[in-house]
């Protein structure tokens, strides 16, 4: 079955540096990729919708200068969270839309990466 | 906005216990409706969905069943294993093929 990756699993970092969380589909290009968030007991919200070869459309109350999304090839898709605070700190999950099977709604999950900011 | 509400958890459940998980929906147009599962240190996989009203998801023995109606799409399984305990998010489609999801139920069954 389709594979999507994502790379670091976990990260600790020091409030004011800046994290990058790769996605990957391994095995399938991917047209489109999203970013989730999700706080512990809550819900995954959609941060961003990333389209390969153009710029991310941000959900309301996403910053874009903090959450910078890169989606250079139809395989790799780049979360970088700049100045990270504390309150940054948080599950991120990305998925990864078949090339043509946007339509039909597929989508292939990442495991995820847990960021802690200290 | 669109908005998905299902029942909280954690659930548990002897092996072999009938299994309802609530699930409701607030959209705009017509959804497509999915259930996800997140076993322990995996990701989401899609578990079922379904794209029109009166249409039945199945899969492993889980269903789920899009009633317009009641804005309703539970989850049903009648008879759980051990190994389907998991967390199982209920989810509708947007316009833009994005996810909203519900706040996920955790389901445990034991022996």
């Known amino acids: 079955g389709a594979v999507v990756s994502q790379h670091p699993s976990r990260v600790i970092c020091k409030s004011g540096t800046s994290v990058k969380i790769e996605c990957r589909s391994l095995?399938?290009?991917?047209?489109?990729m999203f970013w989730y968030r999700q706080f512990p007991k809550q819900s995954l919200m959609l941060m961003a919708t990333s389209n390969e070869g153009s710029k991310a459309t941000y959900e309301q109350g996403v910053e874009k200068d903090k959450f910078l999304i890169n989606h250079a090839s139809l395989t790799l898709s780049t979360l970088t969270v700049t100045s990270a605070h504390p309150e940054d700190s948080s599950f991120y999950i990305c998925?990864?839309?078949?090339?043509?099977?946007?339509?039909?709604?597929?989508?292939?999950f990442g495991p995820g990466t847990r960021l802690l900011v200290l | 906005g669109d908005s998905v509400t299902q029942m909280e958890g954690p659930v548990t459940l002897s092996e072999e216990a009938f299994l309802t998980i609530n699930c409701t929906y607030t959209?705009?147009?017509?959804?497509?409706l999915f259930w996800y599962v997140q076993y322990p240190g995996e990701g989401l996989q899609l578990l079922l969905k379904?794209?029109?009203?009166?249409d039945k998801g199945s899969n492993k023995g889980f269903e789920a069943t899009y009633r317009k109606e009641t804005t309703s799409f539970h989850l049903e399984k009648g008879s759980v294993q051990v190994s389907d305990s998991a967390v199982y998010f209920c989810?509708?489609?947007?316009?833009?093929?994005?996810?909203?999801f519900g706040k996920g139920t955790s389901l445990l069954v034991t022996p």
């Open positions: 095995d399938f290009q991917a047209t489109t």
């Open positions: 959209a705009t147009g017509y959804p497509s």
């Open positions: 989810a509708l489609s947007d316009r833009r093929y994005a996810l909203n």
């Open positions: 998925s990864a839309a078949p090339e043509g099977r946007v339509l039909q709604m597929t989508q292939y």
């Open positions: 379904a794209t029109k009203a009166d």
